[in-house]
């Protein structure tokens, strides 16, 4: 998008996925040199987060967009606020699922499994939470945990494997942490691991399940691994409550067939989050939509139709296209050479603007 609008670009992608940078930086060089533009229009740095800090206080970058945690954001939206620079922030994501009564039980399982899985739970619309209707809750966690057992954990070259590796140690130590806190909970606030919660070889993981009060601290908070919470409701309000009570605000999802269901689910006391979806899972984004989050996630957009407004100045231009030798002024002011009757040379008329042009860019 900040191709498109005319600008040049430094992408700082992240230190840990280096290659995944020199890769898709070699594809937009290539592409633009074979449309006569220099390849430097787009440029990489490899570093670490001094290089973004040092962004983030450069006054030549009128625009810096940033992707990665709420903690990280923060920081930089205060660097470029204070240089009064602008930032488009796509921030932390706490993906809800809600599954009513009135949902297709096969739908909503294959996309709550993928979205909680897939990638490892390395996304930020990753499916963290899910609230089941109270009545249907005991079967649908007995199809999700079976679900979960079909799960190819492994090598990612092979096409059956559904779930990869974590991307280093860092991650694994997450997992373990956040496990032995889920454990610490068990007997204190009834949660239970009802799936998973083991660390394999090759950095894999276990996806994992866990059953637990709404009220749950641990659920609130996202860990960037393949750890969901699953959780009964008694009304859709409190569903929706629920979904809204957390720091961020990027992906939800509700399974519904149920027209006033899933009216008050995208209406204005529904999902308070940027991405909203009926049917289908959090996980992945329609390129024809905006994309990004609310609250803590950071407001942001990027793709659709407004997103570009973002990546260009604007300007309001006021353009006096006339022949006659004089100016049409603010509030029909005129200054005529002809004394008027009250000996003072300046008069209002109130004409129209019909020669003036305003345009914005």
């Known amino acids: 998008m900040n191709l498109i609008c005319g600008n040049t670009q430094i992408w700082k992608g992240s230190e840990i996925t280096p290659l995944t940078s020199i890769v898709c930086t070699k594809i937009v060089s290539k592409i633009l040199e074979k449309e006569g533009i220099p390849g430097a229009v787009a440029s990489m740095i490899i570093s670490d987060g001094s290089v973004g800090q040092a962004m983030s206080n450069d006054t030549d970058i009128e625009l810096l967009s940033f992707t990665g945690s709420t903690k990280v954001g923060n920081r930089v939206n205060v660097n470029v606020a204070k240089r009064f620079g602008r930032s488009i922030l796509e921030l932390g994501g706490n993906a809800a699922s809600i599954v009513t009564k009135n949902a297709r039980l096969n739908v909503a399982l294959d996309a709550i499994t993928f979205a909680s899985v897939g990638t490892t739970g390395q996304r930020c619309t990753t499916t963290r939470r899910i609230y089941v209707h109270e009545d249907i809750y005991d079967n649908f966690l007995l199809e999700l945990k079976q679900r979960y057992s079909k799960i190819k954990i492994g090598n990612p070259f092979r096409e059956d494997t559904l779930m990869g590796p974590l991307i280093n140690q860092p991650a694994i130590d997450c997992y373990k942490n956040t496990i032995l806190q889920i454990k610490s909970q068990y007997l204190s606030n009834y ?65 519904s067939d149920n027209l006033n269901e899933v009216s008050q689910w995208i209406g204005a006391n529904g999902s308070d989050c940027g991405v909203v979806n009926v049917n289908t899972s959090t996980s992945g984004a329609e390129i024809g939509l905006a994309f990004g989050g609310n609250k803590s996630t950071g407001w942001g957009r990027h793709a659709g139709s407004d997103s570009w407004k973002q990546y260009m100045r604007r300007s309001s231009v006021a353009m006096n296209h006339s022949n006659e030798d004089k100016v049409e002024l603010a509030q029909g002011v005129s200054f005529d050479n002809e004394e008027n009757k009250d000996d003072t040379l300046i008069t209002f008329d109130y004409r129209n603007t019909s020669n003036t042009i305003w345009s914005y860019h």
């Open 191 to 255: 949660v239970k691991i009802e799936y998973g919660g083991n660390v394999l070889d090759n950095n894999c993981v276990e996806p994992t399940i866990v059953s637990c009060p709404p009220d749950f601290e641990l659920a609130k908070h996202e860990a960037f691994v393949p750890i969901v919470y699953i959780m009964k409701y008694k009304n859709l309000e409190d569903a929706i409550d629920m979904n809204n009570n957390v720091e961020q605000g990027l992906g939800s999802s509700i399974f």
